[in-house]
């Protein structure tokens, strides 16, 4: 095969392992992407692709090595200067994806300081953090590091994207003693995904667990943000916002 059917040939088995993951058939993805490497072993796609799949079955380490090739080969085909364009710009999408995948295997890790620098490096690149999620996870990350400012600042930038980054927003307002803005946020919250307060109230007693093949996204939307950051929410805090969605209902 020439260089460039190859070429084609490992564009054409990275794009069946997205495919495959998309459909969630891990073994059928890690096989494609593999195929593609072995077609071209340059393609930091491919490697973000086998990373995923890792990632998906748990293993952390392994992703986070695929990952990191990922990104070093993506860094070889960035533009000379920096361009804010983000996942929009396929020159630039591989390199942005790596770095998102890598902070999301560390923040499971528990590394959270090289999380956060992976997310401000992919924001330097993408104003819109992937429509908002690495801003939403930095926000996490500050967060629970303290940086309450800080997270004030990422979750608000989220906030253009995501409708849960207005519960983030409230809480950190309130555990600043910003009871007037908290409350503002959370009402753009309630308004825009009302299904999260009765699980945010009695977690884990109360799970938000799927039907098989749910379909429902903000059913989706609220049960991550209900596991991810349950943890957050002192007991003023939750008292605080379940007053509001009361008097919401009024």
């Known amino acids: 095969m020439t260089g460039k059917g190859s070429a084609v040939a490992a564009q054409e088995e990275e794009a069946q392992g997205w495919q495959d993951i998309a459909q969630g058939e891990l073994e059928a993805a890690e096989r494609h992407f593999r195929r593609a490497l072995e077609l071209d072993p340059s393609r930091a796609d491919a490697l973000n692709g086998l990373g995923t799949v890792y990632l998906s079955w748990g293993d952390l380490e392994e992703a986070a090595e695929l990952f990191r090739m990922a990104i070093l080969q993506a860094e070889q085909d960035l533009p000379r200067r920096k361009r804010r364009t983000g996942w929009q710009d396929a020159q630039v999408r591989p390199y942005v994806r790596g770095l998102y995948h890598l902070s999301l295997t560390q923040i499971r890790r528990g590394l959270w300081d090289e999380a956060i620098d992976l997310l401000r490096e992919l924001i330097a690149w993408d104003s819109g953090g992937m429509d908002g999620e690495a801003h939403y996870l930095l926000g996490q990350m500050q967060q629970r590091h303290g ?6 600042a990422a979750y608000t930038a989220a906030s253009a994207h995501l409708d849960e980054a207005w ?55 609220l049960r991550r943000y209900v596991i991810d950051n349950a943890d957050l929410w002192t007991s003023a805090a939750r008292a605080a916002l379940e007053e509001l969605a009361r008097e919401q209902s009024e």
């Open 147 to 152: 940086r309450l400012e800080e997270a004030a």
């Open 167 to 221: 519960y983030a927003l409230g809480l950190v307002r309130f555990l600043e003693g910003r009871e007037r803005e908290a409350r503002a946020a959370w009402r753009e919250a309630l308004g825009r995904l009302p299904g999260v307060v009765p699980f945010l109230l009695y977690y884990p007693r109360l799970v938000p667990i799927p039907a098989p093949r749910i379909e429902d996204t903000p059913f989706l939307i």
